[in-house]
Nanobody, 127 residues
Framework: QVQLVESGGGLVLAVGSLRLSCAASGRTVSSCAMAWFRHAPGKEREFVAAVTWSGGNIYYADSVKGRFTISRDSAKNTVYLQMNSLKPEDAAVYYC????????????????????WGQGTQVTVSS
């Protein structure tokens, strides 16, 4: 079993920045691929970014590439999402997720592939 706890959400002005954190625990967490998803009202849950614990593989959705940075601290079992140049359309509940059966040289982007989810943290972007 894997437990994920997100933090760092809040209200920010457009073009501002926020950093989300995801504290992960559990016996199998080190073998998981870690990802951030977001879910805005009226929309489907959307893949944002993913990373391996080794840090060797990272992948971003086109909508956030160049503005968001995913990283991990293996010693702290924590995954981060640094969000810069935020836009109103980035507003959503952001979820941390763990994929226990990741691909070897790529990432799953469909939420159905992810086995464990955090409770979510709200990000609101005001224009």
């Amino acid at each position: 079993q894997v437990q994920l706890v997100e933090s760092g959400g809040g209200l920010v002005l457009a073009v501002g920045s926020l950093r989300l954190s995801c504290a992960a625990s559990g016996r199998t967490v080190s073998s998981c691929a870690m990802a951030w998803f977001r879910h805005a009202p009226g929309k489907e849950r959307e893949f944002v970014a993913a990373v391996t614990w080794s840090g060797g593989n990272i992948y971003y959705a086109d909508s956030v590439k160049g503005r968001f940075t995913i990283s991990r601290d293996s010693a702290k079992n924590t995954v981060y999402l640094q969000m810069n140049s935020l836009k109103p359309e980035d507003a959503a509940v952001y979820y941390c997720a763990a994929d226990e059966y990741p691909l070897v040289a790529a990432f799953h982007v469909g939420p159905g592939y992810y086995d464990w989810w955090g409770q979510g943290t709200q990000v609101t972007v005001s224009s």
